[in-house]
């Protein structure tokens, strides 16, 4: 792979195009990571709701003075909205198992062509905890993936199948990279959008999966404000 | 897909509208305390027929959503007791009416299993009793356990105290009941409450039901029982 | 059967010697009928928190002026006493299962000597629903049962074997009638106490089944109070 | 066996003696938030040893229990996510303490069960996933499930907002997570408070555990984090 882009640029560029993804109203949980910064980019007159697992309903920005009485599930103080509420952790978990989130962003180690998760167990690495992954990708209507194309050393992460442990089966309903937006919809994998840096050659050339190419492919959604920024 | 974040406040009327015929529907309350008398008087008026109610008594013949029983809108009943509303006995008993019981707390925990996302109740309610009759029984450290299903329904129909516009709901003594569980379960939840406040007027700590489970908002109306709960 | 009690004697006599069973600080939950006398003998040095299974933690004595958004379970208004609380059906009822109640007090069509109960349904006759007693027999520490010794028609209703359907297998602890107290533990009945009017040939006359016999047996507690008031 | 109706205020030195070694010790937090932290310090300088921890993490190694962890007071520790504690991770991969872990939700569902009375908990999380090994599947609907056994604890040590002398507590912001839950699960429930209340001065309806759950209270101390939790 001739391209590489700065890290900086990298998650920028996953978290604003996973941002254009929201509608008003809907009830989102991110991850630690990239999808972190999903909510820089929501535009003003989408109104998402935070949740996080630990508890909170409409957690909002950092404040100006830490108070760790209001924390995320990263452990990062935030402010409450008007209108947030807290939760105990069995209504938490019951409101992400049970459908009630429109969607979770989560990062990953590999994706499968099917939907297929690994996010938190490396073999012979210590395991830290799947924490609240595994009932968050399970519940939550929509998964959406927020990770670089390959690994640091230019490994595909979306594959055939996982060879890492799963988190879920068959969960994963959009991927986001630096360079491509696939959907996978009934096992089915379908490449939606494509950075400007790359050719669809570039993308198969470090996918090992098995997808569909969208007519029209167009060019990856919010690329152009990024270059308007710099 | 999302549900509104600012929840319409309508009338009951208008909120009656939601429910169509052959619907399920929960409706809150224990006895007279917590049935949301507003919205259900709606659903009478409207006459919407062929309902499956789901609610853990039907009340009185001529008290709340007794009355939706009493005039024959109601073609299953699923509850844990039905002693005090003459109808749904003599009903059941003429064959008009079909009715599943069930012990009150496996009742509740299996709308909370629905609610939560969860595939069943293990109780050890109801082991050695008709309770158990066509049920998967599961034997777990030596001790048998019923398996019961979880709960759904298309609408609930919910009683709290005070609401904010985000929907976010206290309540009030007895009236809480089945109520918070209730919102859980449903695709469309409408609750009745005392009055409707300005956002942020609610400790977020104090909050028992967020709002992202409240499609509408209904504010009690001048009905006899609706004044007195 | 010469002996017969007025029905306001029975009832009385009856939650006069139940209220003698509680200790400080128990929580108990008491049925319709007959049960709901006893928190009228509770001695006033013992503080009992009533529970109801609607969702009261803390139920005191009918107000003066009656509010319907707190109710007990049999839809009579009471005042909620300080240091009570409210909580949803959930929560009553996993406190119910839970273990976390010293006991409950209920009626009973049939119990048997091994401790099983039937109090909810007669074939035949229209089935109200068995509401919240078989979870409170299931889960509460202590089942007291409080019934007359024989039906009205002089049938025993304490029994070899329950012919009634049954609301719970073997969890009865206590069975308190106007003539007689009686344990059960661990499947074996026992004769405890026996009130003034009868003797244990008569107790025998009138119930149907086996039970060892306490030495002493002693006189039914309360009995004598009874006489007092009159 | 009933519990005290007025609740005992205890230095947490005495509390912490309740814990013997060998003992099963729920503790309620989640990250930073809601760690009974002036509890955990007097469990730490008592020094008791052998514990089975049950708690969603194992914090930081110098913070709240996660110093029970890093001086090797715990045998075992049943959590959802332990990566913040390197001590846990060291001493699990030296054989020196045993490690379960489970999904979030899944953790909190089993203590639930514990303290509700439930057989287990029917989940459709970790189904197809090693967190399925040795554990039952049951096909519900045609959709696999999970079954996990209730979790139980001899002590639990929560961290609440305010407490009445009956022991109602009521909880703040990010703090609550798994504290209510925990307080249904245990034999012996301590909870650490912000304040202790006249009794009547919380409002009925905004109490979240009931005072009948409880043994003792501690008011909380002015260790570091305490002070900021």
């Known amino acids: 792979m001739p391209i590489e882009l700065s890290e900086e640029r990298t998650r920028h560029r996953i978290a604003r195009r996973i941002a254009k993804e929201f509608h008003d109203g809907d009830v989102v949980n991110l991850g ?58 069995d209504l938490s978990f019951g409101l992400i198992r049970g459908g ?29 905890g799947m924490g609240g992954a595994m009932d968050l990708v399970v519940g939550a209507r929509r998964v959406i993936i927020a990770t670089t194309h390959t690994t640091k050393r230019g490994e595909p ?64 959604q919010g690329v152009e404000e990024e270059e308007e920024e710099e | 897909m999302a549900k509104k974040v600012i929840k319409p406040v309508v009338s009951a009327a208008e909120a009656a509208k939601y429910v169509r015929p052959g619907m399920s529907i929960m409706i809150g309350g224990f006895n007279y305390g917590g049935i949301p008398y507003t919205l259900v008087e709606a659903l009478v008026e409207a006459g919407t027929g ?31 007791h ?5 109808k749904t006995g003599q009903f059941f008993m003429e064959g008009k009416l079909e009715l599943v019981l069930y012990p009150q707390g496996t009742f509740v925990e299996c709308i909370r299993a629905a609610g939560f996302g969860l595939g069943g109740v293990l109780t050890p309610t109801g082991v050695g009793t008709v309770v158990e009759e066509g049920k998967q029984v599961i034997k777990i450290n030596g001790q048998d356990y019923l398996l019961d299903l979880p709960l759904r329904a298309d609408v609930a129909f919910i009683r709290a105290y005070k609401a ?41 700590n104090e909050v028992v039901t967020p709002g992202i489970l409240i499609d509408a908002l209904v504010v009690k109306g001048d009905n006899y029982y609706a004044n007195r709960t």
């Open chain 2, 164 to 204: 904010d516009r985000m929907g976010n709901l206290t309540y009030f003594g007895t009236n809480r009941n089945f109520n918070p569980i209730m919102a859980t379960a449903a695709d469309y939840v409408v609750a009745e409450v005392d009055s409707v406040v300005p956002i942020g007027e609610l400790d977020p």
């Open chain 2, 82 to 86: 039905v002693g005090l509303n003459k």
């Open chain 1, 32 to 89: 630690i990571g990239i999808p972190t910064l999903v909510s820089d980019y929501i535009p003003e007159d989408v109104r998402i709701i935070f949740q996080t697992e630990n508890g909170a309903i409409g957690a909002g920005p950092a404040p100006e003075v830490p108070d760790l009485r209001f924390i995320g599930a990263g452990g990062r103080p935030f402010v409450i909205m008007p209108g947030g509420c807290f939760v105990a952790s």
């Open chain 1, 100 to 128: 009630h989130l429109d969607a979770t962003v989560l990062g990953a180690l590999q994706v499968s062509q099917d939907g297929d998760l690994a996010n938190w167990m490396v073999p012979g690495k210590m395991v830290p």
């Open chain 2, 50 to 80: 062929d309902l499956t109610l789901i609610s853990n008594d039907t009340a009185y013949e001529d008290v709340g959503h007794g009355k939706l029983v009493a005039k024959g809108q109601v073609k299953k009943v699923i509850a844990s």
């Open chain 1, 157 to 220: 992460k979306i594959v055939r199948k996982c060879t890492l442990p799963l988190t879920a089966k068959g969960v994963v309903k959009l991927i986001v990279t630096e360079f491509a937006v696939f959907s996978i919809e009934k096992g089915q994998m379908k490449l939606l959008e494509i950075a400007p840096e790359v050719t669809l050659e570039d993308i198969k050339a470090m996918t090992d999966a098995d997808f569909t190419v969208a007519e029209p492919l167009i060019s990856m």
